[in-house]
């Protein structure tokens, strides 16, 4: 009888660094900010305020696999270019805080929708919930993908 596993692996797929800085250099983060008396402030998809929001670019990390990218956020531009193309549940390395990376993201866009996906907003500052593969938990949160216009 062939002996069975039911240990789940890793949610986030392996990429590659030549894949992972090819992705990158295509396609960008933005986030939703409002002005909070002249300061610009990242929004969460929950707050009230995420509907008023203007979507911009920001800075990529310098390191696409250990820097979180939702934390010390750069503007770099308005994003009016763009226009919702899907909604991804997207997986992330669990730590004290929510730290997903550029890499865990763009390596969990579907081949399906990485043609046309030209930016992401990983919606949500804390994860949404936790889910356990083995013996790692993975924080999950929303994604939304981006097309040009």
């Known amino acids: 009888m062939p002996k069975m ?3 789940m692996t890793n949610p986030i797929p392996e990429i ?7 992705r990158a250099k295509r396609i960008k983060p933005v986030f939703r900010f409002v002005n909070e008396s002249g300061k610009l402030t ?17 800075e990529q990390p310098w390191d696409l696999r250990n820097q979180a990218m939702n934390y010390d956020l750069k503007p770099t531009g308005l ?3 763009i226009s919702t193309l899907d909604r ?3 997986y992330h390395t669990m730590s004290a805080r929510f ?4 890499a865990e993201v763009l390596a969990q866009i579907p081949p ?3 043609r046309q996906t030209v930016a992401y907003e990983v919606t949500h500052k804390s994860p949404i919930s936790y889910e356990s593969f ?3 938990s993975f924080h999950k949160t929303m994604t939304i993908l981006y097309k040009k216009k």
């Open 16 to 22: 590659s660094n030549r894949v992972l800085k090819k």
């Open 112 to 114: 399906r929708l990485l």
């Open 99 to 102: 730290n997903p990376s550029v």
């Open 5 to 7: 596993s039911f240990c």
């Open 88 to 90: 991804i549940l997207t």
């Open 42 to 58: 990242q929004v969460d998809v929950n707050e009230p305020a995420y509907k008023f929001g203007v979507l911009l670019y920001v």
């Open 134 to 136: 083995g013996l790692e």
């Open 79 to 81: 994003a009016n270019d």
